[in-house]
């Protein structure tokens, strides 16, 4: 039975459909939060027109408000396409990754632990991030670029162009410019364990409390459309007793509260990657470190840097957590592969 559905997890056609499900969870996921995500990218990046608004808790309207003086409605999704570009692919090869990864560490319930949870989010996290880190930088450098008065708005193109021929690569790694497009990528791999562990670990344990916990269950699970105390029940009953269906804000709930411990787990790690990112702006003819970019923010801010534009993170992630892990659940029943 186990080995029968390891091998039904690894059939193209379910990897395609678990790809599909992955990848409309995660665009409709960032599409709810991209104003938030800018600028809690200029926070994170000290964008010297920006910095004023950062640390108190009305700096993130006062920076959107801004933002839309400034450049339009458009401006608060000022380096959405590029996410779009991006986080179909990623969002897709971190839930096919996940559930490779959880079919081959818990082929049955009964070895569906928490360690084997963790185990399975974080390299399903560390797999997309391989595959699709450039996106994310060019995202980034996009989010980062504010318009001026009489200046044209940052293109796509244009700013792969401008990454490809900044001169760090090639004066430190001979003729490999496209490790321009890898700046903060190993503190990205390393925050991307505890985030994405933490992530799938806290979802499952908070979504089985809401499905079999005597009190809790009651609230949270959408009625069943069978008698689930009958004797003759289907193979497709049963198989929905094993996972019982929640309701909505249940689903939201559990994404929500799995975001807010996942973020805080990796936050600091997410502030030095942002730092590297956007470094080839400020400093195109060299590579910033990790160890000296997290020694430069602890030097400016203290400790508090590394936890600058937390709360905006906070309104950012739950919302999009709660919305990714709620739209992939109910992608997975639509395309029967739950």
């Known amino acids: 039975m186990a080995k029968d559905k390891q091998k039904e997890t690894q059939s193209l056609d379910y990897v395609v459909r678990s790809g599909i499900a992955g990848g409309i969870a995660g665009c409709m996921a960032k599409t709810t939060i991209a104003p938030l995500d800018r600028i809690k990218i200029l926070f994170q990046s000290r964008n010297p027109l920006f910095e004023k608004y950062a640390g ?21 999704f000022q380096g959405h396409s590029a996410t779009l570009i991006r986080i179909f692919p990623y969002a897709a090869i971190k839930f096919v990754a996940y559930e490779q990864y959880r079919a081959y560490l818990m082929p049955t319930r009964a070895k ?11 390299l399903a996290g560390v797999t997309s991030v391989c595959f699709t880190y450039p996106l994310d930088l060019i995202r980034v450098r996009l989010a980062y670029d504010v318009k001026a008065a009489g200046k044209q708005r940052p293109t796509l193109t244009g700013t792969m162009k401008q990454i490809y021929h900044e001169p760090a690569a090639l004066l430190q790694h001979k003729h490999l410019q496209f490790l321009n497009f890898y700046r903060g990528f190993m503190p990205t791999v390393a925050g991307m364990v505890p985030y ?5 670990w806290t979802y499952h344990i908070v979504t089985q409390i809401c499905r079999f916990d005597p009190i809790v269950s009651a609230y949270a699970r959408a009625p069943l459309p069978f008698d689930e105390k009958s004797e003759d029940l289907t193979v497709a009953q049963q198989k929905m007793l094993q996972k019982p269906t929640l309701k909505t804000w249940a689903e939201l709930l559990c994404g929500g509260i ?3 411990v996942a973020q805080t787990s990796s936050y600091p790690l997410e502030v030095v990657r942002r730092r590297m990112q956007v470094g080839g702006l400020l400093n195109p003819d060299k590579f910033v470190g990790f160890i000296e970019t997290t020694k430069e923010i602890y030097r400016l801010k203290g400790l508090k840097g590394y936890y600058v534009g937390l709360s905006i993170g906070y309104i950012k992630v739950v919302p999009m957590v709660a919305v990714s892990f709620t739209v992939y659940e109910r992608m997975k029943r639509v395309l029967d592969i739950d």
């Not at 632990?113 to 974080?122: E, L, N, P, V, Y």
């Not at 994405?196 to 799938?200: E, K, L």
């Open 258 to 260: 799995a975001g807010l």
């Open 112 to 122: 569906e632990t928490s360690a084997r949870q963790f185990i399975a989010g974080s």
């Open 56 to 76: 108190t808790f009305t700096g993130a309207f006062k920076a959107g408000h801004a933002i839309y003086k400034n450049a339009g409605f458009m401006g608060l």
């Open 196 to 200: 994405a562990g933490v992530s799938f």
